[in-house]
């Protein structure tokens, strides 16, 4: 079955004790991005790849690290979480375009509280 | 650069009720676009897309047309549903290779029984 897959689902964790959230899929994708949802401000991107060893900030990147070592993979790194990093976060996935129509597939979400 | 415009929500409608959802956009040359929905306590999903001018995008009852004229692609369903309740979001990605896709900032609908 065609997912993207992110872990954990649920996270609670302490200010500055550093974490990574892992994100795959296996539809050979060359595009990958992940973004952050809080109440009232919609979707935002916080980094992008368009391939391995290919990464680009989005909308909100500090804070936050990402590598694309392999494919299927693009982990997202908090090196030293704050409370203001406790949000919805989603990974998502396409094929890297060229082609109309190529859609955007989504993990289920981790949601993350930084006490 | 590329940017999308959605309606402000929340949106309450009572069950059978007309939806329409308003998406404008702004990119060069002929973007795809799309709505993705948003169920309580899900990740976002496909609802429909259009590629070209004049397509119509359709399912589960909503329909979206590629409007070139007003750069448009509103989101509308005749008779809306209890659960079709969801936060909805208009989308757009440019046609070239190694394009991002860009996300307006989503619309709440609550449907009322």
């Known amino acids: 079955e065609a997912q993207v897959t992110q872990n954990p689902r649920y996270l609670i964790t302490v200010t500055g004790k550093k974490l990574t959230v892992t994100c795959s899929q296996n539809?050979?994708?060359?595009?990958m991005s992940w973004y952050r949802q809080d109440p009232g401000l919609g979707l935002r991107q916080i980094y992008y790849s368009m391939n391995v060893e290919v990464t680009d900030k989005g909308d909100v990147p500090e804070g936050y690290k990402v590598s694309r070592k392999e494919k299927r993979n693009f982990p997202l790194i908090l090196e030293s979480p704050s409370p203001n990093q406790t949000s919805l976060y989603f990974c998502?996935?396409?094929?890297?375009?060229?082609?109309?129509?190529?859609?955007?597939?989504f993990g289920s979400g981790t949601q993350l509280s930084v006490l | 650069g590329d940017s999308v415009t959605q309606m402000e929500g929340p949106v309450t409608l009572s069950e059978e009720a007309f939806l329409t959802i308003n998406c404008t956009y702004t990119a060069t040359g002929y973007p795809s676009l799309f709505w993705y929905v948003q169920y309580p306590g899900e990740g976002l999903q496909l609802l429909l897309k259009?590629?070209?001018?004049?397509d119509k995008g359709s399912n589960k009852g909503f329909e979206a047309t590629y409007r070139k004229e007003t750069t448009s692609f509103h989101l509308e369903k005749g008779s809306v549903q209890v659960s079709d309740s969801a936060v909805y979001f208009c989308?757009?990605?440019?046609?070239?290779?190694?394009?991002?896709?860009?996300f307006g900032p989503g619309t709440r609908l609550s449907v009322l029984p």
């Open positions: 989308a757009l990605r440019g046609m070239n290779y190694g394009q991002n896709f860009v």
């Open positions: 998502a996935s396409s094929f890297a375009g060229g082609r109309a129509g190529e859609k955007l597939f």
């Open positions: 259009a590629t070209k001018a004049d």
């Open positions: 539809m050979n994708h060359e595009y």
